[in-house]
């Protein structure tokens, strides 16, 4: 397997494997997820993910292997194709992103513990908790900021 090799913007021609890796990463890590709801979410996201303004995590074949999304200081996205977990990428991303925003924040589903435990590692402190996720649905989300 190739090394990891850089961070870079998303080009138009990366939107496809953003998906792939979205739908990989998910399918590891939100066992929690009905069915449906499932695809109803693979179909919004399909519908702006491939041009969204995305920072991805490249291996030395220039090939996408996580991405994450920021919004302002918030953290809309992570996700590392699971080929990949706990290779550093996720950190590499978040340091990035922390170059780019002294502060930040992010949501993560409160039934993916191994997300919680990323980030509480990175030194992310939960500062809330929602119900709901950001759509309406049943999966309550705990809030984070970065707080070294």
């Given at each position: 397997m190739p090394a990891m090799s850089?961070?870079?913007?998303?080009?138009a021609a990366d939107g496809a494997r953003l998906l792939d890796?979205?739908?990989?990463a998910v399918d590891a890590t939100h066992d929690f997820l009905t069915p449906d709801d499932r695809s109803a979410i693979e179909a919004e996201v399909a519908a702006f993910l491939p041009l969204a303004p995305a920072w991805l995590a490249t291996d030395t074949d220039?090939?996408?292997?996580?991405?994450?999304?920021?919004?302002?200081?918030?953290m809309e996205a992570l996700f590392i194709d699971p080929v990949w977990h706990g290779q550093g990428i996720g950190r590499?991303?978040?340091?990035?992103?922390?170059?780019?925003h002294?502060?930040?924040?992010?949501d993560v589903n409160e039934q993916n513990d191994g997300a919680i435990a990323f980030y509480e590692a990175l030194s992310f402190a939960r500062t809330g908790r929602s119900e709901q996720?950001?759509?309406?649905?049943?999966?309550?989300?705990?809030?984070l900021r970065y707080a070294p």
């Open positions: 850089s961070i870079r913007p998303a080009r890796i979205w739908r990989k220039d090939l996408a292997i996580g991405f994450m999304l920021i919004d302002g200081a918030h590499r991303l978040v340091d990035h992103a922390l170059s780019l002294s502060t930040l924040t992010t996720d950001g759509q309406g649905r049943p999966y309550p989300l705990i809030h």
